[in-house]
């Protein structure tokens, strides 16, 4: 069969949950987000159902009022290293922060975790929206959000810079002649930008997919322009089918605009399904999980796009509030899409916390209309997969075991792997070395047309 | 049967090694230090003999230069994550600098090592030796030699602080009444301290052992008081037997000085054995590397302890160089050591090249005679034990067949493993939380007597 674009899925391990209710589920280990073998075993799940992707959430910052997942978890970079010799194929996807690590360490961590992997490494680059992360790091104030966007555009070009350090056939490793490097292909970075001074080199070769994948979640106009300059693949969240639209041809409009390959930025938001046998069922699992909601909570997670903003301070039965003076240095697009939802449609500041405060994109049905949605987002232009948010095994299973298949019978997602490599999977090129002589991008990690 | 003090041993991972002709080894792989299978396998070998832990050495800086291992590597955190779920018993040792990390980094990901591995972590705090690091990190010049000791001592009371963030039961996770957290048992830090700012909490609960283990290399007065004051054991490289039991004495003496129990804090200097069935055949095979030494090569070697000095200026048969005016600042107390031992044998250059520029404790002959050696430093409390250089397949081989069983006969070093954390192995208690109620030091996870 002859096969179009094809959709790419993730899977967003999440053990416990960032929801209020997921963790109680008795089905799902309360441990979990610090259990490794919960991690392994999900990746593994997801690989048998051929996902494209594992991904890892992260952020410097807690507070007594944190959701139960980022209270007590493991950190990404020694979680995916775990999980990379446990699987064979899946591709391993970390989130990192530009503002409060050292391009070096994280071009060696990346680097290293795309080693183990045998080519599966992706890092998902974010600059950190609380503000209070700053005094995790020897700093009272964070950097503002402009400046981090600054910041973040050279310490990725550093890190690909020192990932370059070592030309592919730099290591001739002849025991007989006695030569183990070709000192030639070793290169300094010698970079010194606004922001950061690296030497280089990095005492670490290139892997099967040249470099790690780059993806990137930002919905600012900042975020935009990062993500359509240095990304792969985004996460951005999406409210709605048309924003979604509008998002991704917003942002493949920025990547063409800077003389990249629109196809070459694959995009993914973030879906928490729910499923259920029949719609019916499906929407009455989500009026009772509406319905269980704690409102003080949500007005937490509402408030978190605004650096924990005190959204208790308000009546909840007026309209939303007039945030005029509240600097948005946080998680600044999503903020903005809040205040403009709430506006646009005269929301109460309850009705916003329900409706906007969980951040997140929810398809609700029978394992049939998920699938549709998700094709008619995919086909539609509104997205080129989803990542999928796994915590309870009841759901994730519903979705690998219905949902999957339907899409597969469809042809719009993969039966078996075609690649080995995350670029592979993602059918984004092998970038070529910057100091090696030019040569044609090497395709063998492609996705061939079947 | 009843055992008094138990030898510990190491294996530390090198790849293709730090020496000249390690890597040349038809039987060793040209890519072993990039193949993380290759530390696996040493790593479950090592557990096999029934070894205290592995150790990952580091350094994040390289010119054309460097040792072939340390060219091209794996990262330590990155490299034992993946090796934890692959070993059930042996400790995880990495080494991270004090002066080009964040603590609170480092402090995740040593704690989710912790987890990952069940209590088996350990980290090795060093603050860099060469120079060069600096502009890796954004610095033109190192920070001083003294600076960078006072920052590691700040920096390890951060990092701990952080892994008691959590009173060990402050998760009750009931799902029934809806409690995840108990609010009260979370703990922020609030450091304000001269090089740090670290306000917490960590999202991460301790691991079985309390806290990751803490090993120091320093041999200066000042890495001695780093070590006497913060490690729970020491990895300090040995030229000979007077000169180790000297270090031994002194410090522990320094140790017991700040009211530490002695037997607290273990000694493991770097062992590299060349063995053979007989002590002749060792000998020859001594030689005969000895003799195959690159002249130039020993001389990089020897300078790397004084930050790469370039020692090709000097005529190498003349007396050893006066260095007065040359700084100190790299691996201080082994450039100290090099220049007292040259001074007082009457070393030519080329004398100290060949007998001091391998920086390591060689034990040669068959293995009854190095098992007799060990043996000698043990019982002579020149060691607790000993750290073995694993890079050649047959000299590993060797140890863990010939040597290990003979220690083993002689009741020296345990026949199973009694403990599955690596402080049950070092006997080393479980540090209690800073922020818990006074309890009895856990005793569960600690040796017990046979």
Redesign the interface.
């Known amino acids: 069969m002859t096969q179009g674009r094809q959709l790419h899925l993730g899977a967003i391990l999440e053990g416990?949950g960032t929801d209020q209710y997921s963790?109680?589920?008795?089905a799902l280990p309360?441990?979990a987000s610090?259990?490794?073998d919960w991690y392994?075993r999900n990746a593994q799940l997801a690989e048998e159902a051929r996902f494209d992707l594992v991904f890892i959430v992260d952020s410097?910052f807690?507070t007594?009022d944190?959701a139960?997942h980022?209270?007590?978890?493991?950190?990404p970079?020694?979680?995916l290293?775990?999980v990379?010799?446990?699987t064979r194929r899946i591709g391993l996807v970390g989130t990192l922060t530009t503002s409060?690590?050292?391009p070096?360490?994280v071009a060696?961590?990346f680097?290293?975790?795309d080693?183990?992997s045998r080519g599966r490494a992706g890092w998902n680059v974010v600059t950190t929206g609380l503000e209070?992360a700053a005094?995790?790091?020897?700093?009272?104030e964070h950097f503002d959000h402009a400046e981090r966007y600054e910041r973040a555009h050279e310490f990725v070009d550093v890190v690909r810079g020192l990932w370059d350090s070592?030309e592919d056939d730099a290591?001739p490793?002849d025991?007989v002649r006695?030569i183990?490097?070709d000192?030639a292909k070793?290169h300094r970075l010698d970079h010194h930008g606004r922001f950061?001074?690296?030497?280089?080199?990095l005492?670490?070769?290139r892997s099967r997919q040249g470099q790690p994948v780059i993806f990137q979640a930002g919905d600012s106009a900042a975020g935009r322009d990062l993500g359509a300059a240095i990304a792969d693949g985004t996460f951005a969240a999406a409210q709605d089918f048309e924003s979604a639209q509008q998002y991704y041809a917003d942002l493949k409009g920025r990547a063409a605009a800077l003389g990249r390959n629109p196809d070459h930025i694959v995009v993914l938001p973030g879906l928490f399904p729910i499923l259920a046998e029949t719609d019916e069922e499906a929407q009455a699992i989500a009026r009772r999980e509406h319905e269980a909601l704690d409102f003080d909570k949500l007005l937490v997670q509402l408030g978190r796009a605004f650096n924990y903003h005190d959204f208790s301070q308000y009546d909840p039965d007026a309209p939303f509030p007039d945030l005029t003076g509240v600097t948005l240095n946080s998680y600044k697009g999503h903020a903005e899409r809040i205040i403009a939802t709430a506006r646009d449609k005269q929301l109460t500041l309850r009705e916003a916390a329900y409706q906007l405060g969980q951040w997140r994109t929810s398809f609700v049905g029978s394992p049939e209309t998920v699938a549709d949605e998700i094709e008619r987002w995919f086909v539609g232009r509104a997205a080129d997969g989803f990542n999928l948010r796994v915590t309870r095994p009841g759901d994730f299973a519903l979705f690998r075991e219905r949902v999957v298949p339907i899409l597969q019978h469809r042809g719009l997602f993969r039966t078996d792997y075609t690649a080995d490599t995350l670029r592979g999977h993602l059918g984004i090129p092998v970038p070529s070395n910057r100091h090696a002589a030019p040569v044609e991008s090497r395709s063998d990690d492609l996705v061939p047309a079947e």
């Open positions: 416990v963790w109680r589920d008795p309360g441990d610090i259990d490794i392994i410097p807690i007594p944190t139960p980022f209270l007590n978890r493991l950190e970079l020694t979680l290293s775990a990379a010799t446990h409060y690590w050292e070096y360490n060696r961590q680097g290293s975790l080693h183990i209070g005094r995790n790091y020897g700093r009272d070592y290591f490793r025991k006695g183990f490097l000192k070793q950061f001074r690296v030497d280089g080199p005492a670490l070769s």
